[in-house]
């Protein structure tokens, strides 16, 4: 569904990333764990169109993503929860959850998805008429991840959504992640829980300094002793 392939991407003279490649099949939960300033973030944003690509092809149901603008890829079926939530502060959840929905013309087909995030996500249905930037975090992250599910999306691309959450709504995080992927939405999860990450994963690559250092099945990966001492606290 998705193939990165030797993928190099410059901040100025700075290389963050060094010819990466992976790829993901539709249906799966594929997991991209490693360090702070490791290039997971980086990747996701090239992914989604929000920076550029100095070498390499992302290539997205046999699409060359590269040279189309980001509005174009969500429009194909690719949302993105950034980092930090990064919801509208002034506008109310029901008008964050409409602006996820922007590339999309079938009203009533709209307002099917507000209904199924709203059983998703009951917490945002309770608090509609309120202002997002008045939500706690844990409410933001879900109203992030409603937003994105308004653009009717093939693939959810999530980045750090546990940061900054107690460990209770880190866990009910994780639950709607794995209810998304088994209504058929395939997820590519950068995250900082390894551990979470890992065990709700198929598959995962490690990165490190701009390069992928390991791949594998999640539950083998779990067990891998250099990732137990580096990212397990084991």
């Known amino acids: 569904m998705l193939e990165v392939k030797d993928l190099q991407v410059y901040y100025g003279v700075i290389q963050a990333i060094k010819n990466v490649s992976f790829n993901v099949e539709e249906g799966e939960i594929i997991a991209l764990i490693g360090a702070n300033g490791a290039g997971k973030t980086t990747i996701l944003q090239t992914i989604s169109g929000l920076i550029p690509a100095k070498n390499g092809e992302v290539i997205y149901e046999g699409v060359n993503l590269q040279k189309i603008p980001s509005h174009k890829i ?55 008429k309120q202002m997002a930037g008045t939500l706690s975090g844990g409410e933001q992250q879900m109203l992030a991840m409603g ?72 539950k083998e990966l779990m067990n891998n002793e250099s990732v137990k001492k580096a990212y397990l606290g084991e």
Request: net charge negative; glycine share 6%; proline share 4%.
């Open 147 to 218: 937003r994105a599910l308004m653009s009717k999306p093939k693939i959810v691309l999530l980045d750090e959504p546990s940061m900054g959450l107690s460990p209770i709504l880190v866990e009910e995080v994780f639950d709607i992640i794995q209810s998304i992927n088994k209504a058929g939405t395939t997820v590519l999860l950068v995250e900082q829980n390894a551990k979470k990450a890992l065990s709700i994963a198929d598959r995962a690559y490690v990165l490190e300094t701009g390069n992928i250092v390991l791949e594998g099945d999640a």
């Open 74 to 128: 969500v429009a194909m079926g690719l949302a993105h929860v950034p980092e930090g939530r990064r919801v509208f502060s002034q506008l109310s959840v029901y008008e964050n959850l409409l602006m996820g929905a922007y590339t999309r013309n079938d009203k009533n087909e709209v307002e099917d998805s507000l209904h199924h995030v709203f059983k998703s996500f009951p917490r945002l249905e309770e608090r509609k």
